[in-house]
């Protein structure tokens, strides 16, 4: 990139989360164009053109990248196809940031970047890290506002799962998919929390972990109990989390209480805080929050293709929260197909 030149981007997927990439692209309009957006629905397509400024549609993936001259794609596609479309853009020598997981299995992934050559970079867009309140908790355990850590503990509540008095359930209103996924509560939400939780806290390993499945509109699990052990110096990280929870909110929220011989640091929803030798209390708009991450992560893609920082969701960290997932799928025991309730 020479100059004040815009880089050319190309959208894969104009789906669901395509909604909220859009407009973290657009605040980065003086340094990323978005010249073009594929899809194989017309429908999907139509719904974000109506909505976004983007030149050119296509909806076939192939045809965008012959077409077009691209110097990057964002692929907001489902799981399943993550490793072809990746393929597809690193033969074309492009910068590539894809939705998390890079692939639907730990040895997928492994195989995948094993196979990759070529002058692009890529990125995981994991954005649960780059939500404000995380950034901040980070500054504060930076700071030392907690001391030795002892302890960790972390929930993510949801009735989501419960039918109502009409049979629906909210979570699989809101994310229909849900009910096929073979992998549903570790690899599509509690990866985030994983990552999250690396970010904070440095590396770890699974200790134990067993994992549930609440109905029979659902294949996979939506109920997991896990502990982590962290490498450095062993302080145990507790995590429970469950879909089919009775007094829960349908919308889940993070919980995350981290005892420290300082202090006391526990973000609970949107509302940050520290107890102990010093008290901080912050509050987070939701909506602000969200949208905030997704712009967060494509600013900071940017940035690390202008080499301004290191790229922090690059392939060789983010195998090891994908590693994280396959430990916890392997020690739980859990087999969709075996698991009749």
Not at 52 to 68: C, G, H, K, P, W
Not at 110 to 122: E, K
Request: glycine share 6%; aromatic share 8%; hydrophobic share 45%.
């Amino acid at each position: 990139m020479m100059g004040t030149e815009r880089r050319r981007i190309g959208i894969v997927g104009a789906g669901w989360v395509s909604a909220y990439h859009l407009p973290a692209w657009m605040r980065q309009s003086e340094r990323a164009e978005v010249v073009a957006i594929a899809d194989p629905s017309p429908s999907a397509i139509e719904a974000r053109l109506a909505a976004f400024d983007i030149a050119r549609n296509y909806t076939s993936v192939q045809a965008m990248l012959d077409a077009e001259q691209l110097d990057a794609v964002d692929i907001c596609a489902p799981r399943e196809f993550h490793v072809e479309l990746v393929r597809l853009a690193a033969a074309k020598g492009l910068n590539i940031i894809c939705q998390k997981p890079l692939a639907p299995s730990y040895g997928e992934a492994v195989d995948l970047l094993a196979s990759l050559s070529g002058r692009g970079r890529l990125m995981i867009h994991e954005n649960w890290r780059f939500r404000a309140y995380y950034r901040r908790l980070k500054a504060w355990l930076d700071e030392g506002l907690a001391g030795e850590i002892r302890h960790v503990q972390f929930e993510f509540l949801s009735s989501g799962m419960i039918a109502d008095s009409e049979g629906r359930r909210p979570a699989l209103i809101r994310q229909p998919f849900f009910r096929t996924q073979e992998r549903l509560l570790v690899m599509e939400v509690m990866i985030h929390h994983l990552d999250t939780l690396r970010y904070l806290l440095g590396e770890m390993e699974v200790v134990s972990a067993r994992l549930e499945r609440s109905n029979r509109d659902i294949v996979a699990e939506d109920v997991a109990s896990v502990v982590l052990r962290r490498l450095s110096d062993g302080v145990l990280v507790t995590i429970n989390a469950n879909l089919a929870v009775h007094g829960a909110p349908p919308a889940p929220r993070d919980h995350l209480r981290i005892f420290g011989a300082r202090g006391t640091l526990e973000l609970n929803g949107n509302l940050l805080s520290a107890e102990g030798a010093q008290q901080r209390r912050e509050s987070f708009d939701p909506d602000e929050t969200y949208q905030g991450a997704y712009d967060a992560t494509i600013a900071h893609f940017l940035d690390s293709l202008d080499g301004k920082v290191a790229m922090e969701t690059s392939p060789g960290d983010n195998i090891k929260t994908l590693a994280l997932v396959e430990d916890i799928y392997r020690l739980s025991r859990f087999d969709p197909g075996r698991n009749p309730l």
